[in-house]
Structure formats: C-alpha cells, structure tokens
C-alpha cells in the first residue's frame, strides 16, 4: 500500500484556509468531471437498462439445446450466431476448422421390466450406438465381486454374453458430503466415510487386477457380446451426474442417476436377475465439417491489431450447457452487441471468437491459433470466459512479466461495485490448457482469463445433467458483460501496445527443474471417429 504524506500545515487565518480547501476540493470536482468517460457511463447503462441476456439464453439453451461437437444443433448455434451478429450490423461468419464424427441424439429410454415394473431415470451418452426397434431387453450382471489377476477376469468375461454389464461402483450414499455435515453424528458421518474409502480402494484394486480402465472395459464388454453397457457417473450432490461420451461402437452405453443405479446393482447382487430395457435412439452422420463463429467490429486507428473476446460454443450434451459454457457466450456476445451500440468505431479491432470442440481439447482455438499468425502477432489482448455462472472473482497476468501495468489500468475505471469482487494476481501463470485463453498463450499473446465465482459450478453444473438454463444468475452475468466491454474499449483506446515480456516462471516442485512456458500444441482437426 501506498502512503501518501500530509504537507506542512499551512500557516494562515481559519478562514482563509477554509476557502483555500474549498477552492481545491472545487477544482478536483472540475478535474473529474472533465475526465468523466461517456462511453463507460453508456456501456453500464445499457447493459442495465436493455439487456438482451435472458433473450439469448432462451434462445441458444432452450430452442437450440446442448452443442455437441458434431452434432445437428451446434451447427445450428453457429448459424444462429452469425445471424445475430449481422442483425446488431456486426460483420460474421463461419470459419472451418476441422471435421468430427457426425452425430444425432434421439429419445434415451430406459425401464426396468423385471422383477417389477419401473422407468429409470439416465440416458445414453454421446455418440453411444442406437439400439433397433422397441430396444433391447435383457438381463443385468455386475462385474465379479473379487478378481485374482486378468487371467481369471478373462475366464470369467464369456458371462457378459447377452448381458448389460453394470460397471460403476455402488455409491454407498446419495447424499452429499455437506447434507451429512449439516444433520449427522460425528461419529455417523466419519464411519460413511471410512466404509466409502474402503469400498472405492477395493473397487479401483479389483479394477487394476482385472487389467481395464473405464475407457477399455466398455470395449471388451462390447467384444464380448454384451447386450449394453450401463454405469453411474456420479457428481457428488443431489441427482446429478457428469454425461460424457461411449466407447462402444455396437452397444449402447447408457448413464442412470446414482438412485436407480444403486437399485438395480442391489437387485442383482442380490439374486434377483432383473432385466431392463434400453431404448437409445441415434444417428450417424458419418464426418461433419466444423466451425468457430468470428464476428469483428473493426478497427479505425490500428485495424490490423486486435482485442479479442474468446468463449466456447460447444459443450457436452447431458443438459443444455448452459453454465459451460453457455454463459461465457452470452457476456461476450451481450459486449459486443453492447460495443457496437456504444463504440462502434473502436481504435483497435474488436473481434470474438466463438470455439469449437474446446471440451476434446480446445481444438476450435488451437486452430484459429494456427491459422492466424497475423493476428496473433497482433493482439492486444484476450479476455476468456468459462468457469460457470458466477460473477468475476479472480484476473491473473498469465505470466505476462508488465501485466500488472495495462490489466490495472484497464480495470480502474470498472465500476467499483465490479471491480471490488475481483482479486488480481500478477504477473501470475499461464495457463496449460484448462481453456481457450491456453492456446493463445502458448503463442506468446497476451490472453486473461476472466474466473469467476463457483456457484458450486463443479459438483452440479460442469459436465452434468443438471446444466440448464435455470442455473443462470443473470445478475452475475450482466455484470461480466459489463466487465467485458469495458475492458475491451479500454485496451483498444490504450496508445501504449502491450508487452509481451515474460516472467521465469518457477522451478517445478516435483521435479526440481525450471518452470517452462506452455508449447504450442497442434488441434485435432479430425476426430470422434
């Protein structure tokens, strides 16, 4: 903290030092009002007063849905984007890639048929075969309670045959850990505890013994001549599962909620040979061609340098994605709409880029990376957003050694009920791939990530079945547009380009050697296959 010292008091009548203070305390109001910015003053006014925010959540989670590498609906959203963007007088377009295996979610339905009747509450995972028909019935086993070595799991394996093997650990409560804090014993709460780490080592031990992972045993399920394969992927709260993706090619692979799983593995442990029948309709569409949407509102100082807005389009299919990273996409577009209203003829070029397939490995902006040397040579800045719904917390330099410098500056003039949340860390690290900002890191640009508060994002939204629309906190999400767009017309209105120099990073703790700047890494350009 800085102090700043009082001057020697002044030796003259009260009153005369009274109208000195007056006199001064006059001038500075002056001073402010001359250096009052309108802009900024426009840009929170008409985020507050004629957000479009609710209208483009509707629009992009409710109609389109999930966006799903591949899929129907993000070719959909992309489209959808563009068309938004030319609607606000904001140049658009669509902007190849890449291609990835072609794939269309139908109805999932699951029931159990025996020794009672009742429908299931799961769903099949993306890019899980379709069954044909009214399905497929059959019959459920778990894996072998003990296993000696992978011998004997391969003698035991012909009994899948016909079969939907059940492949997940039975969770010994569906209560997460938070509930049992709130109303149980201590000593009732530590013994769940002990009895769940018990069971999770003897279960990951029987796993290592049998040889397979989660990724490989679906495949020698399906070799084997299951009929399906069935698991439970829990997130640790109250009716959520993470969704992600099937191995099988022939059989279907299909998620249940930790409730009916745990019924189902009960009913079988215990003898009661209950059959089920899985309906998971889809559709190959062979490989597909793949965008990033890139709308730019261009520069009329320095066109050929850039500040860019970056988000991801896609995201898994389990919900609608909307916190992950539906959200991110709103406050970038929502700035820009508002940028353009406000700022339309920025100093610098103001461009978004809306990624592709950032979920298999920030593949959309790995490419734009790749393709676009020119600009990447020529960027100001990019602000990334994709950590929930939460209002911004946390902005780090990235291991820019001067970050401090502009990203202070930039923040300054943030209204304070804004900027007071925010915790700055400089020059911080940069990122190694957990989002899109990585990639243009790894090139050496000076690329932020805007994090935001949790709202318990990780246990009950990111990746699961519970990210919809209704986990939104609008509030927080107009405040990071308003975050947003007031950083990118100050870094484009800045006459100073920023530095690029970086920190030494520190030596890495496990290995002792000198920390290293993250490599640039080629995206996959053709995949899901």
């Not at 069971?199 to 049998?210: C, F, S, Y």
């Not at 399920?221 to 698991?231: D, F, P, Q």
């Not at 990073?505 to 350009?525: D, M, V």
Request: aromatic share 8%.
């Amino acid at each position: 903290m800085i102090r700043l010292l009082t001057p020697p008091r002044l030796q003259c009548k009260r009153s005369t030092r009274k109208l000195f203070l007056l006199s001064l305390l006059f001038s500075a109001q002056v001073g402010l009002a001359k250096t009052k910015d309108p802009v900024l003053d426009s840009i929170v006014k008409e985020a507050t007063q004629n957000s479009q925010l609710e209208t483009l959540a509707h629009e992009l989670m409710d109609v389109i849905g999930p966006r799903l590498v591949g899929t129907p609906q993000m070719q959909q959203a992309n489209d959808w984007a563009v068309a938004k963007y030319k609607g606000w007088g904001i140049a658009a377009r669509n902007e190849k890639w890449g291609e990835w295996r072609g794939w269309q979610r139908g109805i999932s339905h699951i029931d159990m048929v025996h020794p009672r009747v009742r429908t299931l509450e799961g769903m099949q995972l993306a890019w899980s075969p379709s069954t044909k028909g009214k399905g497929v019935t059959a019959e459920t086993i778990t894996l072998p309670e003990t296993v000696t070595d992978s011998m004997a799991f391969q003698k035991w394996l012909p009994n899948v045959k016909g079969k939907f093997v059940l492949i997940s650990m039975p969770q010994p409560t569906g209560r997460p850990d938070y509930n049992w804090q709130e109303f149980a014993t201590k000593e009732s709460f530590e013994k769940m505890k002990a009895e769940r780490t018990a069971l999770t080592e003897a279960w990951r031990t029987k796993m290592a013994k049998m040889g397979y992972t989660t990724r490989t045993l679906p495949v020698a399920l399906e070799k084997a001549g299951a009929a399906g394969v069935v698991m439970s992927n829990w997130s640790n709260g109250f009716g959520v599962n993470k969704i992600f993706s099937a191995y099988t090619k022939k059989i279907p692979t299909v998620d249940l909620s930790l409730e009916d799983y745990g019924m189902v593995y009960r009913l079988t442990a215990s003898g009661q040979k209950p059959k089920i029948n899985v309906q998971a309709e889809s559709k190959e569409r062979g490989m597909v061609p793949t965008f990033n949407t890139i709308a730019e509102i261009k520069g009329t100082q320095k066109p050929d340098e850039y500040v860019i807005l970056s988000a991801h389009f896609d995201s898994w299919d389990g919900a609608t994605g909307a916190t992950d990273n539906g959200t991110g996409t709103l406050v970038m577009m929502e700035a820009m709409r508002i940028l353009k209203k406000i700022y339309p003829n920025p100093k610098r070029t103001i461009m978004v880029g809306h990624w592709g397939s950032e979920e298999q490995g920030l593949n959309g902006s790995r490419s734009f990376v790749e393709d676009h040397p020119e600009i990447v040579s020529k960027i100001q800045a990019v602000f990334n957003q994709d950590n929930g719904t939460g209002r911004v917390v946390n902005l780090g330099g990235s291991g820019f050694l001067h970050s401090y410098e502009f990203l202070n500056r930039w923040l300054a003039p943030v209204p304070t009920e804004i900027r007071s949340h925010i915790q700055t860390n400089f020059p911080g690290a940069p990122g190694g791939g957990g989002s899109d900002h990585a990639s243009f890191v790894a090139a050496g640009a000076p690329a932020f990530s805007l994090s935001s508060l949790s709202w318990s994002y990780g246990t009950y939204t990111w990746h699961t079945n519970r990210d919809t629309y209704d986990k939104i906190v609008f509030d927080d999400v107009r405040s990071n547009a308003i975050l947003t767009a007031i950083l990118a017309y100050m870094a484009s209105e800045d006459p100073t380009t920023t530095s690029r120099e970086r920190s030494v990073l520190p030596a890495n703790q496990r290995t002792g050697q000198p920390g290293t700047w993250p490599a640039q890494t080629k995206p996959t350009r053709k995949g899901g296959g």
